[in-house]
């Protein structure tokens, strides 16, 4: 391999990576992409976002079948779950996905190297393509993708088998019938529901004092009375302290707690991923909390080295790494990249969903900021109803003097999707008056944020 060629080297084939890599082809760069796995989309699309989401997906569908049909006038008897079939499809999807990226790398004329990549110098990789074999190559440019790994904890380490990670929860052949989740955050939530839906008895154990807990308190409220009223028991502010016997074992306010457990799902949080890389050797310095560290241009402290996505500061999201390579590669290439790392949407995907972007409303309150606020229930909205969504609302904040969009929060179904429209608002730094005058269509989930928009001057149509 002539490693001359290359213009740009990116270790790590994940949303970040990948995106990086393609956007710097397209840019006319000769492009080399390197990961250890054969298949392309890192962690994200192979045991990450896309596998949870289809796992969602199906036990949705499963627990539509088994408990709401009727209630439209379907009869379905002798509903049951398969579960091998289930994880056949997600896996078609996972392979479909991760097939489509590969297609595009070769269209775009990346180079795809598989291998575990590791610095010689600034300039300079070696990959080990096996265990007796590796290659050097050579770029102007190195960008560091790597993404992150789940967080083991000390006294509780994986085994695969009782003690998972969320890689072992998309694959668990068989409903536990007891599962203990370690950590309220969106793959603890998310993964707590698939396997609830299906039939498993989930336990939700959190040492903060409340689930997702970026999101402000009223919100948090409700979504909890929610996921309770599906059966997920959620345990806040208790400290877990081990596992033996199949017993989870917690305090809380000096108490003892012990939760029987056949399978626990260790979700408490990622770490960046950049074991073996020998960064020393490039010259690329870490921070105080162990991410690679950058400046305002995804810059490491080595001369041409550059480092995006998880590796860095900022929030774990895949598409916060992706808007982070798109940017690099520009810069790379000559060209403005821009990144607004103020306005990145974070999302639970449970049903129904929790989506938020910019300042909360307890935030804003804790930093002195004024604000207006505009609620609207999806109760009052008639697609919701229809869709059998009502539960949730829309919330805005806005400065109390410009009226200017501070930020979002949205519980309901699709708040995912519900919540671009505000970042688009918010992007050219959009008002709640803006928002409440743009045109919705009727009828759609979508007019709840109109409505949200319009209560923050108290002049919803739909709510008193």
């Known amino acids: 391999m002539n490693s001359s060629l290359f213009d740009l080297i990116v270790i790590g084939a994940g949303p970040g990576g990948y995106v990086c890599a393609f956007r710097a082809a397209q840019l006319g760069l000769k492009v ?11 962690t994200c699309l192979n045991v990450g976002c896309i596998p949870s989401k289809a796992l969602l997906a199906s036990s949705e569908h499963f627990l539509f079948a088994q408990k709401h049909a009727s209630e439209h006038g379907i009869k379905i008897d002798g509903v049951s779950i398969d579960v091998a079939s289930m994880l056949k499809k997600k896996d078609g999807i996972v392979s479909k996905l991760t097939g489509g990226v590969a297609a595009l790398a070769k269209a775009r004329k990346v180079t795809v190297v598989t291998g575990s990549a590791s610095f010689v ?7 080990a393509t096996s ?6 190559l050579t770029a102007k440019n190195i960008v560091i993708a790597t993404g992150s790994a789940p967080v083991e904890l000390p006294f509780m380490k ?18 536990p019938k ?11 939530l998310e993964l707590g529901s698939v396997w609830a839906r299906l039939g498993a008895d989930v336990t939700i154990v959190e040492f903060l004092p409340k689930i997702a807990a970026a999101n402000d308190d009223d919100i948090v409220r409700n979504f909890t009375r929610i996921l309770q009223k599906q059966g997920l028991k959620i345990e806040c502010g208790a400290k877990v302290t081990g596992f033996s016997k199949g017993v989870l074992t917690a305090e809380r306010d000096g108490k003892v707690l012990e939760f029987p457990a056949d399978k626990v799902l260790v979700a408490v949080g990622r770490r960046p991923y950049a074991d073996n890389l020998n960064l020393a050797a490039a010259g690329v310095e870490l921070t105080d909390k ?5 400046d305002s241009h995804l810059k490491t402290t080595a001369p041409g080295v550059w480092a995006i996505g998880d590796v860095i500061d900022g929030p774990m999201l895949a598409h916060k790494a992706e808007e982070d390579g798109v940017a690099v590669a520009e810069w790379i290439a000559g060209k403005h990249g821009h990144v607004n790392w103020d306005l990145m949407p974070a999302i639970i995907y449970t049903e129904p969903e929790v989506a938020s972007v910019g300042l909360g409303e307890d935030a804003a309150k804790a930093k002195g900021i004024a604000v207006n606020i505009g609620k609207f229930n999806f109760a009052a909205n008639a697609r919701a109803l229809a869709n059998d969504a009502g539960d949730g609302y829309v919330k805005i904040i806005a400065d109390a003097k410009t009226d200017k969009i501070l930020g979002a929060q949205i519980l309901g179904k699709n708040a995912g999707e519900l919540i671009s429209e505000i970042v688009t608002h918010m ?13 919705h269509a009727h009828p759609t989930m979508s007019e709840a944020v109109k ?7 108290k002049s919803a149509i739909h709510a008193i």
């Open 131 to 136: 265990a007796s074999e590796s290659s050097e």
């Open 158 to 175: 994986f085994d695969g088998e009782t003690v998972i990670s969320s890689d072992h929860a998309i694959s668990l052949p068989a409903v």
């Open 451 to 457: 409505e949200a928009g319009m209560a923050v001057s």
């Open 178 to 188: 007891k599962l203990v989740v370690v950590g309220g955050g969106a793959i603890g």
């Open 32 to 42: 080399a992409l390197i990961d250890k796995r054969a298949a392309l989309g890192g």
């Open 121 to 127: 110098s600034a300039n300079t990789v070696r990959v």
């Open 290 to 294: 162990k991410r690679i560290k950058v």
């Open 427 to 439: 992007e050219y730094g959009g008002s709640a008056e803006d928002l409440a005058r743009t045109i």
